[in-house]
């Protein structure tokens, strides 16, 4: 089993990293930006708790999803990986958004489902997420792939605390980010659209007398 302060720490790094606005950052300074960053979450405070451990206490352990994705935008943030294209992100969004909303408003009391009791014999879940795997195979998203395959792996293998399976491929934050960029891209396309429909039409060269 991961240890959870190993998870912490580098949870606390990488959430840090990415937050901070290195991208005026040369780039070689970026790499060891984040190994200070890293240092400092692990540091000691008087009360005896890191700053990692107090993220700890306030988000709990971050599903595997969250830790890939957010170690895929850091290996983009240090140019060790090309940035995808904008439809492979809105997919990534739209599964995981589709999943938080599926999960969370039965786990609340939503509706008859208990989709949260899935996880603990996810055989019909483990199935759709394969099937989810192979459409993002189909369509070149290979960090959707990549997220989903790791996040079943890791709990094949029972590398954290919780026997449940959703708790490996999504949480809130994962959840809020998704609909969130969706939500954002979604404003983004009607306000483009509206200033079309609202731009001058182009007036044509009146012809020669």
């Known amino acids: ?49 890191s700053l990692a451990g107090y993220l700890r206490g306030l988000t709990d352990e971050l599903s595997i999803t969250a830790m890939v994705w957010m170690l895929a935008g850091t290996a983009l943030r240090l140019g060790w990986l090309q940035p995808g294209s904008s439809a492979c992100s809105w997919q990534l969004c739209s599964v995981f958004a589709v999943l938080g909303v599926l999960l969370y408003p039965a786990s609340m009391g939503v509706g008859m489902l208990d989709t949260y009791g899935w996880g603990y014999s996810p055989r019909m879940l483990i199935a759709l997420i394969g099937m989810l795997a192979l459409a993002l195979l189909l369509l070149g998203n290979m960090l959707g792939v990549l997220i989903l395959t790791l996040a079943t792996l890791a709990f094949t293998l029972g590398i954290k605390a919780s026997d449940n399976y959703w708790d490996y491929l999504i949480d809130p934050f994962v959840v809020f980010y998704s609909i969130g960029v969706l939500a954002a891209n979604s404003i983004a396309a009607l306000l483009k659209w509206r200033r079309s429909q609202f731009a001058p039409a182009p007036q044509l060269d009146e012809g020669l007398d």
């Open 1 to 49: 089993m991961i240890p959870v302060s190993l998870q912490s720490c580098l949870s606390f790094a990488l959430i840090v990293f990415l937050l901070l606005p290195n991208r005026r950052i040369p780039m070689r300074y970026r790499g060891p930006l984040l190994l200070v960053v890293l240092v400092i979450g692990i540091i000691p405070l008087p009360t005896g708790l």
